[in-house]
Structures are given as structure tokens and as C-alpha cells.
């Protein structure tokens, strides 16, 4: 069974950055996998910001994130990140990595997991990292 953890975060001025890592345990390395993260506000719904395909390290981002966070991954270590810079109060949340529980192998054609579509990550049945908090003050 695939289990994530997350480590990182923090409370942090705003034009600071953070990252945060998630950790895949109980996955065949040897298969590309894909990882969304999310993040969530105090009242906000949940919201998909950025994924990563490993099999090409294709990424997408939310408009509200791009040009500042940049998702990675280290393939021997079996874990991502999620690069957070010049930080806003609004990024203030708590964060979620997450990878579908059916595997990736549907985004192999195009080599992206995208945002948004019939498998996007909100529509996706995933597994998830325990969150963590991301608090930015002005």
C-alpha cells in the first residue's frame, strides 16, 4: 500500500520561501508515477496547485502559484517537492501531496498530468500525505 509523508512547512514572513517534501513509501520504484499537490484554506474548498509526471517531469501549475512554485522530484530518494518562493498571505494553507490510487499509467501518452479534465487530480481517487501547514504573514 502507498503511503505519503509530508515534512516541511512552517510560518514564514511574506517573499520567504519554504519547501516541503513528500516521501512515496510502498511504491515499485521502477514504475513512473505521477504526484499532485494541494493546498487548503481556512472556509476554501480544496484546490489542485501544481502535478508532476515523473516519466517526463512534465508539470503544471494553478495560475495562483505559477512563476513562483516549482514541483520536483528525486527519483532515488522516492521523494518530491514542492518549492515554494516569494510567498504571499494567500498562500497560507494547509498543503497535500497526492497520487492516484490507480497508478499513472494514463498520463504515459501525453506525459502530463493535467490540472484540469476528466483526470484531473480533483476528480482523481488518490492517496494522501498527512498535510502540513504553510502559514505567511505580511
Known amino acids: 500500500q502507498v503511503q505519503l509523508v509530508q515534512s516541511g512547512g512552517g510560518s514564514v514572513q511574506a517573499g520567504d520561501s519554504l519547501r516541503l517534501s513528500c516521501r512515496v513509501l510502498?511504491?515499485?520504484?521502477?514504475?513512473?508515477?505521477?504526484m499532485a499537490w494541494f493546498r487548503q484554506a481556512p472556509g476554501k474548498q480544496r484546490e489542485a496547485i501544481a502535478t508532476?509526471?515523473?516519466?517526463?517531469?512534465?508539470?503544471e501549475y494553478d495560475d495562483s502559484v505559477k512563476g513562483r512554485f516549482i514541483a520536483s522530484q528525486d527519483t532515488a530518494k522516492m521523494t518530491h517537492y514542492l518549492e515554494m518562493n516569494a510567498l504571499k498571505p494567500e498562500d497560507t494553507a494547509m498543503y497535500y501531496c497526492?497520487?492516484?490510487?490507480?497508478?499513472?499509467?494514463?498520463?504515459?501518452?501525453?506525459?502530463?498530468?493535467?490540472?484540469?479534465?476528466?483526470?484531473?487530480?480533483?476528480?482523481?481517487?488518490?492517496?494522501w500525505g498527512q498535510g502540513t501547514q504553510v502559514t505567511v504573514s505580511s
Open positions: 497526492a497520487t492516484p490510487k490507480g497508478g499513472c499509467s494514463v498520463f504515459t501518452a501525453t506525459g502530463t498530468w493535467r490540472l484540469s479534465g476528466p483526470n484531473g487530480p480533483l476528480q482523481s481517487n488518490l492517496n
Open positions: 508532476i509526471y515523473t516519466g517526463s517531469d512534465n508539470t
Open positions: 510502498g511504491f515499485n520504484p521502477g514504475l513512473k508515477h505521477c
